[in-house]
């Protein structure tokens, strides 16, 4: 449980990825510390084809329009998998203004250890761990050093899986990385977050706020369903207000509350075709 809960949502992590300039500019004064592209080209359709799932077409040049504007927040970018060109994508990053890398779809320590040494401590550096080896191995990705963050990424984990909805996020083993990364050291991340009273989700998205604090995770991706359709009158600044609202009043609840949120949720995945 987070050790001061009331200002657990305060101090959340939250990452928007946009290539507009407007809305860069309007998620700053929001509050969202992260704001940049995703250029992940490699495999991902291949992984995810038929699923309502992001496949970005963002570029470099998005990346120096979305960085010259970004004065407090940083300025991210979601990199390939592992490859020939890895070394060279750091560096065009960080010559365009990235401060935040993140490498997505590995397997290995070694990988990471790689990406890390690449980056040699120029921007700070986040994994995504969302392949079933990299979990079997995650005591020894987690004490790679300059690395500084581990986010769970659940999609691709629940596809190759086989699981429904959110029942990895609520399963043991979940529990287990949340752990193994937390006592490294590190951040731990999962997921993305969508408004809590969208009642147009498949899934209750009230319950999956609660499992950041269950979890003691300290960040998330704003999700596409954050922005979908928003009630009268909605405005990014409100909602990231609300979002962090909503993240701390879970924190402040008792561990049974957790629990019950967290059963659940896991009975809708189980029922769900998702």
């Not at 038929?50 to 329009?65: A, C, E, I, P, V």
């Not at 969302?130 to 500084?148: L, M, S, W």
């Not at 050291?185 to 899934?203: A, C, E, I, Q, V």
Request: glycine residues 8%; hydrophobic residues 40%.
């Amino acid at each position: 449980m987070p050790s001061h809960p009331e200002l657990f949502g305060q101090d959340f992590q939250l990452t928007l990825l946009t290539t507009d300039p407007v809305v860069a500019i309007e998620g700053e004064k929001a509050g969202v510390q992260r704001i940049g592209i995703d250029i992940e080209r490699l495999g991902k359709a291949e992984r995810q084809a038929g699923h309502d799932t992001r496949l970005s077409d963002h570029t470099w040049d998005d990346l120096s329009k979305v960085a010259a504007v970004l004065r407090s927040s940083d300025v991210f970018v979601r990199l390939n998998p592992p490859h020939a060109g890895t070394a060279s994508e750091i560096e065009m990053a960080i010559e365009r203004g990235a401060t935040v890398l993140m490498l997505p779809y590995f397997e290995t320590e070694a990988e990471a250890a790689d990406f890390a040494k690449h980056v040699r401590g120029r921007a700070y550096v986040m994994l995504l761990v969302e392949t079933p080896r990299a979990i079997v191995r995650i005591r020894e990705i987690a004490e790679t050093g300059g690395v500084d963050e581990i986010m769970v990424g659940l999609n691709d984990l629940r596809l190759s899986m086989k699981l429904r909805g959110f029942e990895l996020l609520c399963s043991p083993l979940m529990s287990m990385l949340a752990k193994t990364v937390r006592g490294s050291g590190k951040r731990f991340s999962f997921g993305g977050l969508g408004r809590h009273d969208d009642t147009t989700l498949p899934l209750n998205p009230d319950l999956l706020y609660a499992q950041y604090p269950r979890l003691g995770a300290t960040g998330a991706w704003l999700s596409r369903s954050f922005f979908r359709s928003p009630p009268a009158g909605w405005t990014m600044g409100n909602g990231v207000k609300t979002l962090r609202a909503r993240l701390s009043f879970w924190a402040m609840q008792s561990e049974h509350d957790l629990i019950r949120a967290t059963r659940d949720l896991v009975l809708q995945s189980l029922n769900s075709d998702t």
